[in-house]
């Protein structure tokens, strides 16, 4: 039965940076898997789609009575999920180290906890992850060879299965994070569209 | 009891444009009422906040990607709550003469009904409610008179009020709409939102 169960899938699209993917991040893997979900983490960079739009930077940045909102809302939605919420100093964050090591992380089985423990980082202990020496703690705190990973983080390889990764989002008509494919391709964005994305992938 | 329960108070703040405001307001009134929370509906014009934005059209009109992504979002919405829905051929519409008649509307005992007629006309109907003929239509099958009601509402009073209403809203912080604000000024933006600002004011 829970084999048969198992056939729903979900594909989690993600950045970093993107503050309301961080309570999405910390929870999705559990109500998921309680609704016989098989998940795919799929890091990517908001940056070049934000580019394409004509942005080059945060569009809560950019407009900031919708910042100054952002911010209230959620830190009201992670005291309702009662998950830890530090305002980082810094927004945007740089992202691309982190997602080329969790490229590499989902790819064996350190990859889900290096991402809820990257945006625990960032959003509980108001670390800069943009930083190499925050990721290599990260890394070190979940027991793996900081230095030998990272290393294979900034290889040819991984670099590209970024930037491919980043095009595919594109191509799927994501423009913002978190968001939600399912198996028939259809689209959600928001962490408060992942119910109606889960009700969707058991359809 | 009924007495008692009724202090409790929301700010349901719209602008007839606006596609999410259509499944708010088509069921704020029953889900406030079902709590023993008195609404107070504030038509408001997006047009010159958006504009302190940068913005000469719709966000949706600005963005495609977004803009296609929430077309089908809002399908998929009015499905669940088994509203009808039809994409209008303009959007976004003129809604200056259909906020001024609503305020003319809100102060009597027609205003509610007339809200959601507007919102039926364009967002299941089809209809531009930028034209005259369609916001006389509307006050006609309402019973009103029509031509005695557009007069009012193009009264440089009801004008002034319409600017005032949007100016406040400005001041709250409210960038989009639906939004919904809390007697104790607690913002709450989009339809997604309404459950949560209703639990909210009644905190």
Redesign the interface.
């Known amino acids: 039965l829970q084999v048969a169960r198992m056939t729903a899938s979900l594909d989690f699209w993600f950045e970093f940076a993107s503050t309301y993917s961080y309570p999405a991040a910390m929870r999705i893997a559990e109500v998921a898997a309680a609704r016989g979900i098989a998940l795919r983490w799929r890091p990517f960079l908001l940056g070049p789609i934000f580019k394409t739009?004509g942005w080059d930077n945060s569009p809560f940045n950019l407009?900031p009575?919708?910042g100054?909102?952002m911010w209230?809302?959620l830190e009201?939605i992670c005291a309702?999920l009662s998950l830890p919420f530090t305002r980082p100093a810094l927004f945007p964050q740089n992202t691309i180290l982190a997602s080329r090591v969790a490229l590499v992380g989902l790819a064996r089985d350190w990859g889900e906890g290096f991402c809820r423990a990257v945006y625990t980082a960032e959003f509980d202990e108001g670390r800069n992850i943009g930083e190499p020496e925050q990721i290599a703690d990260v890394l070190t705190s979940l027991g793996q060879d900081a230095q030998a990973i990272m290393a294979e983080a900034q290889s040819d390889q991984i670099k590209a299965a970024l930037r491919a990764q980043t095009d595919e989002a594109a191509r799927l008509?994501i423009?913002?994070a978190p968001s939600f494919v399912c198996a028939d391709g259809e689209?959600?964005?928001?962490n408060?569209?992942l119910d109606?994305a889960l009700d969707w992938a058991l359809k």
Chains 1, 2 share one sequence.
């Not at 689209?187 to 928001?190: E, I, R, T, Y």
């Open positions: 739009q407009y009575v919708k100054r909102y209230r809302d009201r309702d008509g423009f913002g689209l959600f964005w928001g408060d569209r109606a």
